[in-house]
C-alpha cells in the first residue's frame, strides 16, 4: 500500500464531508494581517498557504510589505536559519523579486551549517532552505556532495520506537520531532548529487513501520499521534503532531521509489481525525489541519437511507477533501448483504455507471432487494495505473443502508373471547390504514385479541421493531402485545378499575414509511371489586408546562352599595354649599371694594391682571378636584400655580409699595 500522499476514505456522508465555504470563511476571519502584515514570516506563510490550499482569491493584499520583510530577511548576514527558511517559504508563493546573487549568498552559508549541525532543527530549517531554493532558481547549485554522510548524522538521531531527539544531547524522543526527521531526510535525498544507499532507506522504512506501533486511536476509528513526556517547551498536542508526521511522510515518500508498506485502517484513520475535527479556532490548529489533508479523497453517500416507494438510487460521490473532482476512477459495489437474511448475498459485484452532470456514480436497486437493514462494500478502482503509485484506495469499506418501503396490513380484526371455551364473544373488522370506531364490553373472565398481517413489498413476512397495544383509562395505560390477553391475570395491572378503556395500536419500524398510532375504540371493562391489601393505582405524574397555562378565573362577590339619598336633597345641599360664595360678595359691596389703587402703567397693569387670573385658576382647580382630579395631579398643577401666583404677587405688591411711599414723602 502506498504512504499517505492520498487516501481515500469510505464512509457515511453525514461524517466525513469534504471542505466547504465554512473553513475558507473560517481562513479570513483567523488570518486577519496588521497594518498591511503579519506578525511574522511564519505566521505570513500559514495564511498564503491556507488560502493557497483553500483556493481564496479575494483575500488580503500582504504582498508590499511582506515582499519586504522578505527581501530584507534575505539580504542580512545576521537573520536565523528560521527566519531564512520561512522568508523562502513566503517566497515562493508570493515570487518576489529576490536576485540570483541573494541566493548564491545564502547557499554557502547553509552548507556551512550543515556541515557543523548538530541538532535536527539545525538540519531541518537548512536542508529545508536549500531545497525551497532549489525551487526558485535554476541556477544556484545547491545539491550536496555528501549526502549519505548527512543522512547518517541525521539518521543517529533516531530511536529504536521509531521517534527522533532533537539533539545528541537530549536523551528525549519526540514524535514531532520524527515527523521532522522524515521531512528532513527527504530533503537530503531530493538535494543528493548521487544516489543515496539504499540500505539507508531501508532502515527508515523499517523505522516508520515502528513509529506506526505507537499510534493511538479514538473510539470513532480516528488514529492520532501524541508526544510523550518531553520537555515543556517542546511538546505539541496531537493535532500538531500528527500533522509533522504527514507531512513527513508525505514528503518522503515523494522521493523514494519503493513503496512503504503501511497498515490500511491506521492510514484511513489518520485521516479521518484531520477530517472529524472540525474547524479549529486557532490559526496554527487551522494550518495544521489544512495543510495534511489538501490531498486525500473522500467516497460519500449523499444518502444512507433508500426508498422503495420513491425508486431511489444508489448514488456515491468521490471527491478531494477540497471539493474538488476526483481523478478517473470506477466505484464497484462488491457485495451487499442484508443483515437479518438467511439468503446471503442479494447483490454482488456491481459496476456503478457515472453520471458527468452531477459528478455521481450511480445504480439501480436490484428486483430482489427488499426493505430493511443492508451491508454494502465498495471498492475503488483507479483508471490510470500510474496514480497507483500515488493514491491508496484503502481497500473495501463497509457503509450500513437502509432500505425503506409501504407495508402492507391486511386482515385486520379484534375480538373478545370466552377464557374458557375460546367462543367468539364479539368480533369486529378493522381498517388500519383509514378511521375505525369500535365499541366493545367484556369482563374479566373474558379476553381480548387484536390480529392482522404485514408484508413487505415483495410479499415477505414482516415483523416491525415495536409492536404495542394499550388500553387507555384517564391519564394510565396498560401495555399489551398483539397476543390474546386474559383480562383475569391483568386485574391487578388495572387496579381492578372497572370503566371505558380507548385501544391504541403503535406498529412502527426503522424501514416502515407507514409507522402509525391508531385509536382503534373503546372496551367497556367490568372488573370485579379490588380487594382490601389491592395495590392502589399511582399518583399522575403533574406536567411540569402546566403552570404556565391559564389559571382559572376568579369570581369577586361585592356587596351591595348603600341606601343614598333622594336627588332633590342632594341639589338642594349642593346649592348650600353656594351660600358662602354669595355672602363673601355682599361683604365685599358692603365694605365698598374699589379699583382705585389698581396700577395704571402698562408694565404693574400687566402682572396685576396675572395675579387675579392666577387666582381664578386655584378656584378654578379646587372645583375640578371636586369633580374629577385626584390629589397628587392637583397637587402637582397648584405647585405650578402658586410659584405662577407668588412671582407675580411680588411684583404688584412691590409697585403698589413704592407708589404708597412716594405719596406719604411728597
Not at 116 to 141: D, P, R
Not at 193 to 218: A, C, H, P, R, W
Amino acid at each position: 500500500m502506498v504512504l499517505l500522499s492520498v487516501i481515500v476514505i469510505c464512509e457515511a456522508a453525514s461524517v466525513f464531508q469534504p471542505i466547504t465555504d465554512a473553513h475558507r470563511s473560517a481562513a479570513l476571519e483567523l488570518f486577519k494581517p496588521s497594518d498591511g502584515s503579519f506578525g511574522s514570516l511564519e505566521e505570513a506563510y500559514e495564511a498564503l498557504r491556507s488560502f493557497e490550499i483553500l483556493g481564496i482569491d479575494k483575500k488580503p493584499d500582504i504582498s508590499t510589505a511582506t515582499c519586504h520583510s522578505v527581501l530584507e530577511t534575505l539580504g542580512s548576514s545576521s537573520s536565523s536559519l528560521k527566519d531564512l527558511f520561512h522568508a523562502l517559504r513566503v517566497n515562493g508563493i508570493l515570487k518576489c523579486k529576490v536576485k540570483e546573487e541573494v541566493f548564491e549568498g545564502i547557499v554557502p552559508r547553509l552548507k556551512a551549517v550543515i556541515s557543523s549541525a548538530s541538532s535536527l532543527l539545525e538540519f531541518y530549517y537548512s536542508i529545508g532552505s536549500l531545497e525551497l531554493i532549489k525551487g526558485q532558481s535554476s541556477n544556484v547549485i545547491v545539491l550536496l556532495s555528501d549526502a549519505d554522510g548527512i543522512f547518517r548524522s541525521i539518521k543517529a538521531l533516531s530511536q529504536s520506537d521509531g521517534r527522533w531527539r532533537y539533539s545528541s544531547n537530549n536523551p528525549e524522543s519526540s514524535t514531532y520531532a520524527a515527523g521532522l526527521a522524515l521531512k528532513t531526510l527527504a530533503g537530503v535525498v531530493s538535494l543528493a548529487s548521487s544516489e543515496i544507499d539504499q540500505s539507508m532507506i531501508g532502515t527508515l522504512k523499517n523505522d516508520i513501520t515502528k513509529l506506526f506501533d505507537s499510534v493511538e486511536k479514538y473510539d470513532d476509528g480516528a488514529f492520532y499521534f501524541d508526544e510523550k513526556v518531553v520537555e515543556a517547551h517542546e511538546h505539541h498536542g496531537p493535532l500538531a503532531t500528527t500533522s509533522s508526521v504527514v507531512r513527513g511522510l508525505t514528503a518522503f515518500a515523494d522521493v523514494t521509489s519503493e513503496n512503504i508498506k503501511l497498515p490500511g485502517d491506521k492510514i484511513l484513520g489518520l485521516a479521518e481525525f484531520f477530517l472529524s475535527i472540525g474547524i479549529p479556532g486557532d490559526t496554527k490548529d487551522f494550518f495544521n489541519q489544512i495543510d495534511s489533508v489538501s490531498v486525500p479523497l473522500i467516497l460519500s453517500l449523499p444518502a444512507t437511507v433508500l426508498s422503495l416507494s420513491k425508486k431511489d438510487q444508489l448514488k456515491v460521490k468521490v471527491n478531494t477533501v477540497l471539493g474538488s473532482n476526483a481523478p478517473p476512477l470506477t466505484v464497484k459495489l462488491v457485495r451487499a448483504s442484508s443483515s437479518g437474511s438467511k439468503d446471503g448475498l442479494l447483490i454482488e459485484s456491481q459496476e456503478l455507471k457515472f453520471d458527468k452532470e452531477i459528478s455521481s456514480h450511480f445504480l439501480e436497486l436490484p428486483k430482489n432487494v427488499d426493505v430493511g437493514k443492508y451491508t454494502f462494500v465498495f471498492e475503488v478502482v483507479l483508471h490510470d495505473s500510474e496514480h497507483e503509485k500515488v493514491y491508496a484506495t484503502g481497500g473495501q469499506t463497509r457503509v450500513p443502508v437502509f432500505v425503506t418501503g409501504i407495508i402492507k396490513v391486511d386482515n385486520a380484526e379484534i375480538v373478545v373471547l370466552d377464557s374458557d371455551l375460546g367462543s367468539v364473544e364479539s368480533q369486529k373488522k378493522l381498517d388500519l390504514a383509514g378511521e375505525n370506531v369500535v365499541s366493545l364490553s367484556a369482563n374479566h373472565l373474558q379476553k381480548l385479541r387484536l390480529s392482522f398481517q404485514l408484508a413487505t413489498p415483495l410479499g415477505h413476512v414482516f415483523k416491525p421493531h415495536q409492536l404495542l397495544e394499550k388500553l387507555v383509562w384517564l391519564q394510565a395505560f396498560l401495555k399489551l402485545s398483539h397476543d390474546s390477553k386474559d383480562f383475569l391475570g391483568l386485574v391487578e395491572k388495572f387496579y381492578y378499575l372497572s370503566g371505558s378503556y380507548d385501544i391504541q395500536l403503535t406498529v412502527g419500524d426503522a424501514v416502515m414509511e407507514n409507522s402509525f398510532l391508531k385509536a382503534i375504540g373503546q372496551i367497556e371493562l367490568d372488573l370485579p371489586e379490588a380487594p382490601e391489601k389491592a395495590p392502589r393505582p399511582p399518583l399522575q405524574p403533574v406536567d411540569p408546562y402546566s403552570r404556565y397555562g391559564p389559571k382559572a378565573e376568579i369570581s369577586h362577590i361585592f356587596r351591595a352599595p348603600d341606601k343614598r339619598p333622594p336627588k332633590e336633597l342632594s341639589l338642594a345641599f349642593l346649592g348650600l354649599t353656594f351660600v358662602p360664595l354669595v355672602g363673601f360678595f355682599i361683604g365685599l359691596l358692603r365694605l365698598g371694594v374699589n379699583f382705585k389703587n389698581f396700577p395704571s402703567s402698562a408694565v404693574p397693569a400687566t402682572f396685576a391682571i396675572l395675579f387675579h387670573l392666577g387666582i381664578a385658576a386655584v378656584l378654578l382647580l379646587y372645583a375640578l378636584f371636586w369633580l374629577k382630579l385626584d390629589l397628587f395631579t392637583t397637587l402637582k398643577a397648584l405647585g405650578v400655580l402658586g410659584a405662577f401666583l407668588l412671582f407675580v404677587g411680588h411684583r404688584v405688591l412691590s409697585h403698589l409699595a413704592s407708589t404708597s411711599s412716594k405719596l406719604k414723602s411728597a
